[in-house]
């Protein structure tokens, strides 16, 4: 089964051993939730810190009945208010949040400081014989002795080529010291535009697919649906350590949304009732709320959460989309009696957008609301006793569709140039499943209307160079310049894989082969192809004069 999330990041917390899988439909979407989810575990785990450093602190603090007493009253407020905020989660968020597309964009600018380009210390003077250090003057006795005129003369020319010999030396030197700081140079240079340029590349693949997404949402595309809804959900904010997660489906013939949603458990929610001083002991107390208590508080948690989904969902529907909305509640949890972990579904309810618009969300009972729709649950939610979901969530990624045969057909009377596009799409998935299907690979093709670039999917189990291979098939027959593989290149960042591929049957350009230099990218162009078909056994041809004249033709 293949998720329809593009992109995953994983997130760890040591302190509180939480562990969690994030997904997105873009990278910067994935990491935006990972950051936050990061942010929530933080503030818990700064949180649950200060909460052990003040329990040490009353341990081992002496303190007056005054203090002692004003200290439990503080907490007992702190812990009542919290209890109070799960009472109205609903009455907190009545008005929901339409989704706005450019808060999802990346913004950010480009900050690494550009190296500067050394300068060269410059020459020093250059030692002359006609310096007057090289040209001392002698007295008039000195001159008349030949010896000293000599001697005079040979000095200089010692000191001469002495000085000559250091300057040369030192120029040298700053030569070299000059070329290997030039050397540096281009080194972090090059590295700095290749920073700058995977930075705008992976801005705008992000960017451009929150504006396709916006466009497909307006068109009614399923996909960019369910992503439009999955975030109004996923900002309700709960009085809890705890984020919702959801996976949607759209029915767009029905407008029907079907909605899985991760739940918190009864032990997520906190249970401190009060602080009391004891004098006799001149120790904190801390009291809980009861089990019963409990169990009936969580039963209002989360009746009180699916309406405010509900009225998420339907309050953000500016739009018209939905007419329906089922919504599958279910926990994470351990099953007591297997030690096994479990996600069961603990409750399921169908609601019609008519039927919900008239209720008065500001007065109304959540779990007699919950009744009176016929929602499915337990008696007390909290036992986790599972229960059938109304309408089960089709979790395939519908962008894949079946591929069909062709190579059976294909031979060297085939001009692949001129073959059908779909057909040749098809042919390339074929190829590929070849090559991978010997350690366990799996070739999926997309469809072909509004396929975001991506022609088919390739999954290489392979640990050390497998993963998500993303391939596009391009059927030319002119020079594939470098937009094609820019584009490539983006669908690389915005599906979160590892690899992509291009398969033309034409050549590529200087240009597109220098982008691809250096970037996980495999350029094949026609002659690669019909290598890698008779690898496989069977042979073909590509003859672009006569597709040009196919097409001119026409």
């Known amino acids: 089964m293949v998720s329809r999330y593009l992109y995953t990041c994983e997130v760890r917390h040591e302190g509180l051993n939480k562990y969690k899988v994030v997904k997105g439909e873009t990278k910067k979407i994935a990491e935006q939730k990972a950051n936050a989810q990061m942010a929530q575990w933080e503030e818990q785990w700064k949180r649950k810190q200060e909460a052990d450093r003040k329990r040490k602190e009353r341990e081992k603090y002496t303190r007056s009945i005054e203090e002692s007493t004003e200290e439990a009253n503080k907490l007992t407020l702190e812990a009542e208010e919290m209890q109070n905020s799960l009472d109205t989660i609903l009455i907190d968020n009545l008005d929901p949040r339409v989704l706005d597309y450019d808060s999802l964009k990346d913004h950010r600018v480009f900050d690494q400081t550009l190296p500067v380009k050394p300068k060269h210390e410059g020459k020093s003077t250059k030692p002359s014989r006609e310096d007057v250090k090289y040209n001392q003057k002698l007295s008039f006795l000195q001159r008349l002795s030949r010896k000293q005129v000599e001697k005079q003369k040979t000095e200089s020319n010692s000191q001469f080529e002495k000085d000559y010999k250091q300057w040369e030396d030192e120029e040298k030197k700053k030569d070299l010291k000059y070329d290997q700081m030039l050397a540096d140079y281009e080194i972090a240079y090059n590295e700095w535009c290749k920073q700058e340029e995977t930075f705008f590349a992976e801005q705008k693949a992000n960017n451009d697919r929150i504006d396709q997404l916006k466009k497909d949402f307006e068109l009614g595309e399923v996909s960019a649906i369910e992503n439009y809804f999955e975030h109004s959900i996923e900002d309700i904010k709960l009085p809890l350590d705890f984020a919702l997660e959801v996976e949607l489906e759209y029915q767009i013939e029905t407008k029907m949304l079907i909605v899985d949603i991760l739940l918190p458990t009864v032990d997520d929610l906190p249970r401190l009732k009060k602080i009391t001083f004891i004098k006799n002991r001149n120790e904190l107390k801390e009291s809980f709320l009861s089990d019963s208590v409990m169990n009936a508080k969580y039963d209002s948690v989360i009746y009180q959460t699916v309406l405010v989904c509900f009225n998420s969902i339907f309050g953000s529907d500016k739009y018209g989309k939905v007419e329906s909305v089922v919504i599958n509640g279910k926990v994470s949890t351990i099953d007591k009696a297997t030690g096994n972990h479990i996600e069961p579904y603990i409750l399921s309810i169908n609601v019609k957008k008519e039927d919900f618009k008239i209720l008065n969300l500001s007065s109304i009972d959540p779990k007699a609301w ?177 597709a040009k004249k196919q097409l001119y033709a026409k």
């Open 370 to 546: 919950f009744r009176n729709e016929k929602g499915i649950a337990a008696a007390k939610l909290s036992f986790v006793t599972p229960v059938p979901p109304v309408i089960v969530l089709n979790k395939e990624d519908r962008r894949f569709i079946e591929g069909y045969g062709v190579i059976v057909n294909v031979d060297d009377s085939i001009n692949l140039a001129t073959m059908d596009w779909q057909d040749f799409e098809n042919l390339i998935r074929e190829v590929f499943e070849w090559e991978f299907s010997t350690n366990g690979g799996e070739v999926k093709i997309t469809q072909a209307s509004r396929d975001k670039g991506v022609d088919a999917v390739a999954f290489d189990p392979d640990p050390i160079k497998g993963g998500k291979i993303v391939i596009q098939a391009k059927r030319y027959t002119n020079v594939v310049g470098v937009s094609a593989v820019r584009d490539l290149y983006g669908t690389i960042l915005n599906e979160g894989a590892n690899k992509g591929i291009l398969v033309s049957t034409s050549n590529y350009g200087n240009d597109a082969y220098e982008f691809a230099k250096d970037k996980p990218i495999t350029l094949m162009n026609g002659s690669n192809l019909l290598y890698l078909l008779e690898k496989h056994g069977h042979k073909a041809r590509i003859d672009i004069k006569e």
